[in-house]
């Protein structure tokens, strides 16, 4: 093909980071039918959803491998494969929680009362003092803090689920929508770094009918629920250790008198986000979450192409290859297969078809392109999190990460891009290789996906101040339903999408100097 060459300078930001003078070459084009062939294989009725961990997990693991060898691309430390090792969790006995107050005891019914959440620890709490604070937040850019004026260390805080005024369209947490610091795990680590030694939550009564424990639906509590549909974790030093459980209406009631008195005190926040955290009178008089474990072996796959003169740094594209595995079907007959054909066999075509393109292009970019599909995406980023605390490369030599997750479904003309708060500069460069790549035809590049930001496997690179591109074209019906089939994919949404994305890789592999990086308040919460 005719390679088009552009001397581009690439402007120094404010405080001269960059310097670059970058030619940019075009890539060889991507084949729409290739990527039907890779689709084909990775969203068949025969890889049965690709669970982590499964069979059909490893047959997708074997054909990215041979495909990356075939290519010819290089392994990672003698490997295609980053191993890891997941822990399987099983609910057990003892499982018990007692609270007490004014010298009477209240012994709470496992399942009926109080049910573990799969992040909690095995620490054991005995006679603790219990903190009500609120929702568990402090988010600085809203001067919003439910443990501003309270004590929690050595305490168990009493914590509502969710976020101030999520019924309210003009809240500063982003109207209606869940932020950041909605999820557990932003709450779990919040805790532990105020002293906490365990949390109860409750789900807030203010937009809940009825305060019923959920936690984990585990098995042993559950008969109908797959034995095998458990937790899994992957233990991080540092992680917190201690219970986590979810509480109903029975012991709202028993803590504050009444679901109303419990309305009534958090009244404040939801009319002027005024915290009211407060000690309470009840007390835990014993706490202890009984979790056995199996070991997990899970795999990433990996490979790169060598730089030819930044050798010791590198550019990452991945997406998970992943999905969530069958269903039980309600009648005999029934579709019970989640083939996950845009989450996530699309994205992980685009990293098969990005490598193919960089393998057979005429000239090598500068730094090393590493290309990496992630598993147990599914279960909480557990792949690519592994990836970043145990790089089979220095994850401070990586300089960005490209990240691929559903790029097949939706409006054929519209992209979302996430990850634009962190890296201005490269998203600049992405604007530009779409403005130069498709001319009229560009996409309309949306920035509105930050609420999903901390759900892909960028999130673990920007954890590690890495710049980093998420490329996504946004949820369907058929988000984690049997409905997500490959007829429904739009292959040249998908070419054209992993095309933008490897010139983008290109172009900032090729620069002079480093991207700059800007954290985000909350990210310092995050796992």
Not at 69 to 76: A, E, N, T, V, Y
Not at 124 to 146: C, L, Q, R
Not at 478 to 488: A, W
């Amino acid at each position: 093909m005719n390679y088009i060459i552009l001397s581009i300078l690439i402007a120094c930001n404010a405080l001269n980071v960059i310097q670059a003078q970058d030619i940019t070459h075009n890539l060889p084009s991507i084949s729409a039918q290739k990527a039907a062939q890779h689709l084909g294989f990775l969203a068949s009725d025969s890889m049965r959803g690709r669970n982590t961990p499964s069979p059909e997990l490893e047959k997708a693991a074997e054909y990215i491998a041979n495909h990356y060898k075939s290519l010819g691309l290089s392994p990672i430390q003698g490997s295609y494969f980053h191993n890891y090792t997941l822990e399987r969790l099983h609910l057990d006995t003892p499982t018990v929680c007692i609270l007490e107050k004014n010298g009477t005891q209240l012994p709470l019914a496992l399942k009926d009362d109080f049910i573990p959440f799969e992040y909690s620890g095995k620490q054991k709490v005995h006679n603790a003092a219990m903190v009500f604070v609120g929702y568990g937040i402090t988010a600085s850019e809203f001067s919003y803090d439910d443990y501003a004026s309270i004590d929690v260390k050595g305490k168990i805080v009493v914590i509502l689920r969710g976020e101030p005024q999520s019924n309210n369209e003009k809240s500063i947490f982003d109207g209606k929508k869940n932020t950041k610091y909605s999820r557990m795990t932003s709450k779990i680590r919040l805790a532990a770094q105020k002293g906490a030694i365990g949390m109860i939550i409750i789900n807030d009564p203010l937009t809940t009918l009825r305060l019923k424990p959920i936690g984990f639906p585990w098995p042993s509590l559950y008969p109908n629920i797959p034995a095998d549909a458990l937790p899994l974790s992957r233990k991080r030093q540092g992680s917190p250790d201690f219970p986590i459980i979810h509480v109903g209406e029975k012991v709202a009631e028993y803590i504050f008198g009444s679901v109303d008195s419990l309305k009534s005190l958090i009244n404040p926040i939801e009319i002027s986000l005024i915290p009211v955290s407060k000690d309470l009178s009840a007390t835990v008089n014993s706490l202890y979450i009984t979790l056995t474990t199996e070991k997990v072996p899970v795999r990433n796959v990996m490979s790169m192409l060598p730089a030819e003169e930044k050798t010791d740094e590198y550019v990452v594209i991945g997406a998970h290859y992943d999905h969530i595995g069958t269903g039980k079907p309600s009648k005999p007959g029934e579709d019970s297969i989640y083939n996950g054909a845009d989450d996530n066999a699309s994205g992980t075509t685009g990293v098969l078809l990005a490598a193919e393109s960089f393998v057979n292009a005429k000239h090598k970019p500068k730094r090393n392109i590493v290309f990496v599909n992630f598993s147990g995406e599914e279960k909480g980023l557990l792949g690519s999190k592994a990836f970043v605390d145990n790089p089979p490369l220095p994850i401070q030599q990586c300089v960005a990460m490209l990240n691929m997750d559903m790029i097949g479904r939706n409006d054929v003309s519209s992209l979302f891009i996430g990850g634009n708060t962190r890296c201005k500069e490269l998203i600049t460069l992405n604007e530009e290789e779409n403005e130069r790549l498709f001319g009229q035809d560009k996409f309309t590049l949306e920035y509105t996906v930050e609420n999903f930001f901390y759900r892909s496997d960028q999130a673990s690179f920007a954890l590690k101040k890495i710049p980093v591109i998420f490329y996504f074209t946004g949820e369907h019906e058929d988000y984690h339903k049997v409905g997500d089939e490959i007829e429904k994919i739009n292959l040249e949404k998908i070419v054209k999408i992993t095309t933008l994305c490897i010139h983008t890789a290109q172009k900032t592999a090729n620069l002079e100097g480093r991207l700059p990086f800007t954290s985000m308040p909350g990210d310092e919460l995050q796992e």
